[in-house]
T-cell receptor, first 115, second 112 residues
């Protein structure tokens, strides 16, 4: 039990589909993150939300659309993806990252395959 | 800027061997430093952390010491086990930033 739960764990979708990834945390944290982890590549930060406000968008294509309705939930809406978007998508949460002594807590990830 | 550099992998060791995974950093400000571990098919888990110079983080036999003078946070374990096979990530955060900065990860395989 990590305190950060991601659903689904595995997802296969066609390039014309629309799907959403969900992340939920019960740790009372204020910040939530989406990371992309591809084989043989460094961990890529995609989006950061702090107190429900998006504070970072690392030049992510518009086919990825984040949503943070409250401090406990984070979504990643997917549409018209490409095969190269296949990866492990990791959600994380933390206290305010400007309080540098806090650590990030990760979910188990969603393994996405685009066919 | 803020960044973390880890030694390239993969690393393969025999059981009970000594492990060192090097990590150095650059940071604007005074960072906190972390080691995370990722087992196959899982997310990242915090292994240990240190928040000020000369602090030693430790957990499950792993240790790392925050060395400000050499801007390093090397991970060590005296005797590795097969169950330690995983990918290890060094990371930092700074109060002037709004995110965590991760190294590229080092894959460790321990063979019986």
């Amino acid at each position: 039990e990590t305190g950060v739960t991601q659903t689904p764990r595995h997802l296969v979708m066609g390039m014309t589909n629309k799907k959403s990834l969900k992340c939920e945390q019960h740790l009372g944290h204020n910040a939530m993150y989406w990371y992309k982890q591809s084989a043989k590549k460094p961990l890529e930060l995609m989006f950061v939300y702090n107190f429900k406000e998006q504070t970072e968008n690392n030049s992510v294509p518009s086919r990825f659309s984040p949503e943070c309705p409250n401090s406990s939930h984070l979504f990643l809406h997917l549409h018209t993806l490409q095969p190269e978007d296949s990866a492990l998508y990791l959600c994380a949460s933390s206290q305010d990252p400007r309080e540098a002594e806090t650590e990030a807590f990760f979910g188990q990830g969603t393994r996405l395959t685009v066919v | 800027g803020n960044s973390v550099t880890q030694m390239e992998g993969p690393v393969t060791l025999s059981e009970e061997a000594f492990l060192t995974i090097n990590c150095t950093y650059t940071a604007t400000g005074y960072p906190s430093l972390f080691w995370y571990v990722q087992y196959p098919g899982e997310g990242l888990q915090l292994l240990l952390k240190a928040t000020k110079a000369d602090d030693k983080g430790s957990n499950k036999g792993f240790e790392a010491t925050y060395r400000k003078e050499t801007t390093s946070f090397h991970l060590e374990k005296g005797s590795v086990q097969v169950s330690d096979s995983a990918v290890y990530f060094c990371a930092l955060s700074v109060k002037t930033g709004n995110q965590f900065y991760f190294g590229t990860g080092t894959s460790l395989t321990v063979i019986p």
